[in-house]
C-alpha cells in the first residue's frame, strides 16, 4: 500500500451521463481526492437526449486541472470509463458535427425496426444482443443519415466517449471491445473483438469511419501538449482507453469468475453478471469484459437513479437532495400504502426492452401523500431490480445470497434496505462511490506498467463496508411479495396505452 508522500497517483476519468468524476487512485485501489462536475443533458424532443460535446470537454478539464493543481506531479497513468453507448460524429478535423447521442435517447427505434425486422430477437445470433438503441448505435448513424443529411455528409469519423476523449487527450483515435460491443457492428460473442463486414454492409458504415478496437487495458497513446496545457497534466502520461463505466465497475470489484455479481446505481442502474463462455440471456445486455476471455452479462435499467433526479429538477425542484427525498419517503410505510411506480422515464432495457413504455404511479386515491410517491419511487427500482434476478436464474440457475452494491446510488441505507426486503438478499455497500472511476484508473495503472495485466493477482479489489444489510421483517417481505405480484403484470396490461401516448412513434 502506498500512503507516504509523494507515492504514484493514477487518474481515473468516469466520464458519465449526468456527471463527470475524476479521482487521483492510490496504487491499492484508495480514491486520495476527487472533483466532480455537474453535466446537462438535452431533452430537446422527446425520446431524445443529448450532451454538448465541447462543454462536455470543457466540464472533464476543470475536473482534471481542480486534481491535477495538488497531485499533478505524483500521477504517473491516466484511465477513461464512460458513459455507453453515446454516439459521436466528428469531421475531418475531429471536431463534433452535432450533440452526442446518449444511450437514453430513442430517436432510432424505428430503424432498428426497419432494418432487423419485427423481432428484436433476430439479431441475438449476428450480434449477441437484441436489437435496441442502448446496443446498437449504428441505427443512431442511420437515423442522422436519413434526417442531418448535411452532417452526415462532412462525417468522417465515429466515435463513443472514450474514442472522443482519448482524441482530446493524446491525439488517438479508439475504442474498447465493451463500448464496441454495443456498436450493432460486431458479434460480441467471437471471443476477438472485431468489426464485421456483413453487418457493417447491413448498415452501411464505411470501416475507415470507425477506430480500432483495442484492449481497454493497452498504452494507446500519451497526454499531449495541448492537452496538458488545458487539463493540467503532465504530457507524455499513458493513457488507456478505459472501457464502459459498468465494466470498469465490474473491473474494480474483482469480477473475474463465472456466476458473480455486483449492483451498480448511477443515472442507470444495473444488476451485472460475470461469464465465462458466451451463453446469453436474451432480455440482458451483453458486452465483452475488460478481462479476456470472459463476458459481462448486464440486466440494465435506464433510469433506476435518473428518476431520482427527475423528481428534484422537474417534480419537486424544491428538493435538494436524495437524503431529502429518503427523508420524504420514510413518512410513508412500506408498499407505499398502496401505491406502485413504474420506472420506465425514458423507456426501458432490462427487463422489458421497450423504447416506447413509459412510467407512471398506480393506485393513486385521495389519501395519498407526496410521502408515498417517493417511496413507491424507490420500492419500484427495487421491484424492477428483482424481475432481473428472476430472469438470471431461470436462464443460468444462479441464486445469489447477497448483492454488492456500487455507485453514488448504492450508498442510501434506505434503499439498500428496500432492496434486501424485495430481493431477500444480504445487500452490502461498497466503501467508495467511485467504483468506476477506480476501475479505470487500474487500466491506467496497467498501461503504466504498473500491473502486468488485468488478470495480476495483485490488482486491487474495491473494498466494502464492513456492515451487511439483511432482509427485515418477515411481514415487511411478505408486503413486497404482493406489491411484487401486481408489479409484475402491469406492465404487459399498459403497453399498448404507453404505446398509444409514445409521441416518438408517430
Known amino acids: 500500500m502506498s500512503t507516504h508522500a509523494g507515492a504514484p497517483l493514477l487518474l481515473g476519468i468516469d466520464a458519465g451521463t449526468s456527471a463527470i468524476k475524476v479521482c487521483a487512485v492510490t496504487d491499492d485501489g484508495r480514491v486520495l481526492a476527487r472533483a466532480q462536475r455537474a453535466v446537462p443533458v438535452v431533452t430537446a424532443q422527446p425520446a431524445w437526449a443529448e450532451i454538448d460535446l465541447e462543454l462536455y470537454w470543457s466540464l472533464c478539464c476543470e475536473a482534471i486541472r481542480e486534481i491535477a493543481v495538488q497531485h499533478g506531479p505524483a500521477i504517473i497513468g491516466v484511465g477513461l470509463a464512460t458513459t455507453c453507448p453515446t454516439t459521436i460524429l466528428l469531421d475531418a478535423q475531429n471536431r463534433p458535427l452535432r450533440p452526442g447521442i446518449v444511450f437514453l435517447d430513442g430517436r432510432a427505434q424505428a430503424f432498428l425496426d426497419a432494418v432487423v425486422g419485427p423481432d428484436p430477437l433476430a439479431t441475438l445470433t449476428e450480434t449477441g444482443n437484441r436489437a435496441s438503441p442502448s446496443t446498437c448505435w449504428a441505427a443512431n448513424l442511420a437515423w442522422v443519415r436519413r434526417h442531418e443529411p448535411q452532417v452526415w455528409a462532412q462525417t468522417t469519423r465515429v466515435v463513443t466517449l472514450n474514442g472522443f476523449l482519448s482524441l482530446r487527450l493524446a491525439g488517438v483515435p479508439v475504442i474498447d471491445a465493451t463500448q464496441a460491443s454495443y456498436s450493432g457492428l460486431m458479434d460480441v460473442r467471437e471471443p476477438e473483438a472485431r468489426w464485421s463486414d456483413g453487418l457493417l454492409r447491413r448498415w452501411q458504415i464505411d470501416a475507415a469511419m470507425l477506430p480500432p478496437i483495442r484492449p481497454a487495458f493497452e498504452r494507446i497513446g500519451s497526454i499531449s501538449a495541448p492537452a496538458a496545457a488545458q487539463t493540467g497534466l503532465r504530457a507524455g502520461l499513458p493513457l488507456a482507453p478505459g472501457a464502459a463505466d459498468t465494466a470498469c465497475a465490474a473491473f474494480a470489484v474483482g469480477m473475474r469468475e463465472a456466476g458473480e455479481a455486483f449492483e451498480s446505481v448511477g443515472t442507470s442502474g444495473v444488476i451485472t453478471f460475470c461469464l465465462d463462455e458466451a451463453r446469453f440471456e436474451p432480455n440482458f445486455l ?73 412510467a407512471a404511479w398506480l393506485g393513486l386515491r385521495l389519501h395519498h401523500t407526496r410521502a408515498d410517491m417517493v417511496r413507491a419511487v424507490f420500492e419500484g427500482g427495487a421491484l424492477a431490480l428483482r424481475q432481473i434476478l428472476l430472469r438470471a436464474h431461470a436462464h443460468w440457475g444462479w441464486q445469489p445470497t447477497g448483492l454488492v452494491g456500487v455507485g453514488g446510488g448504492a450508498r442510501s441505507r434506505f434503499w439498500a434496505q428496500i432492496k434486501a426486503d424485495v430481493l431477500g438478499l444480504d445487500y452490502q455497500m461498497a466503501s467508495s462511490t467511485d467504483a468506476s472511476a477506480i476501475g479505470a484508473a ?62 416518438s412513434r408517430a
Open 286 to 358: 451483453h458486452r465483452h469484459h475488460v478481462v479476456p476471455g470472459r463476458w459481462l452479462a448486464h440486466g440494465a435499467m435506464s433510469t433506476l437513479g435518473g428518476a431520482f433526479g427527475w423528481l428534484q429538477g422537474k417534480v419537486w425542484p424544491e428538493v435538494q437532495s436524495l437524503a431529502e427525498l429518503e427523508q420524504m419517503a420514510m413518512q410513508s410505510l412500506p408498499g407505499a400504502n398502496g401505491l406502485i411506480f413504474l420506472p420506465y422515464l425514458a423507456g426501458e432495457r432490462s427487463p422489458i426492452w421497450d423504447a416506447g413504455a413509459s
Open 442 to 503: 487500474l487500466l491506467g495503472a496497467i498501461a503504466a506498467g504498473v500491473y502486468a495485466s488485468a488478470q495480476d493477482p495483485a490488482l486491487p479489489r474495491l473494498r466494502l463496508d464492513d456492515a451487511v444489510i439483511r432482509p427485515g421483517a418477515l411481514e415487511r417481505r411478505d408486503i413486497y411479495a404482493r406489491r411484487f405480484a401486481v408489479y409484475d403484470r402491469l406492465y404487459p396490461a399498459l403497453v399498448d396505452a404507453m404505446h398509444q401516448l409514445d409521441d
